[in-house]
């Protein structure tokens, strides 16, 4: 064995993704990985291309042309719900909760054990750490307020046991309260060695969380580096995260 620093395995890699929406394209060339254990932020304007990052990765958006890999295996031509099963779980920016049923039986549906027989998130797991939805857990999802559908969502995808997390927009439109309920979390998942992509117009929101950047524009990657690295660079955070 040589010597030398170990880099922990890409968890999530994109390489040259193309994707296209009818005749328009919106990604060009995405590239990026993701380690295992690590907390990125996919940091950007609105449109500038970090939903479509997320459905490429989630098989939603299929690119035209480059890879997406997952745990090291290629994903791009996978159906969603083959790439969920191999333990990716994704939180879209619209929630999506099924409004007609209950709480807890938007939870129950989404209940498996993860790729490697994990079952460590279930009922009682999920109301220790979403306490909010103790006393919602009867009622009609649909009757709930964008702060605790957001919850809901992010349960729902717990429910799933996955290994890689992907979080869209998770702060937007919600109250500071709310807001700070799901940055905690967040810290908390992140603790439990899980792997994390967060893509947000909140830069603000991300500092405290993540532990790395990447930053897209007009569907091209402008910058990747640490939490650190994106501080300290203005001319980054004026061009690209200025609102």
Known sequence: MSGGSVTSPAVIELSGVDVFYGASQILFGVGFSVEQGQTMALLGRNGAGKSTTMKAIAGLAPPRRGSVRLNGA???RQKPHRIACAGLGFVPEDRQVFPQ?????????AAKKGPDGRDEWNLERIYEAFPLLVPLRQR????LSGG???MLAIARMLMGNPSVLLLDEPSEGLAPIIVQRIGELIRTLRQTGVTILIAEQNMHF????????TVIDKGQIVFKGSIAALKANDDIRQRYLAL
Do not use: F, K, Y
């Open 74 to 76: 290629e994903t791009t």
């Open 206 to 213: 991300c500092l405290g969380l993540a532990t790395d950047a």
């Open 140 to 143: 009609m999802a649909g009757r």
């Open 101 to 109: 049923h209950s709480v807890e039986d938007n939870l129950l549906i």
């Open 148 to 150: 605790e559908q957001q």
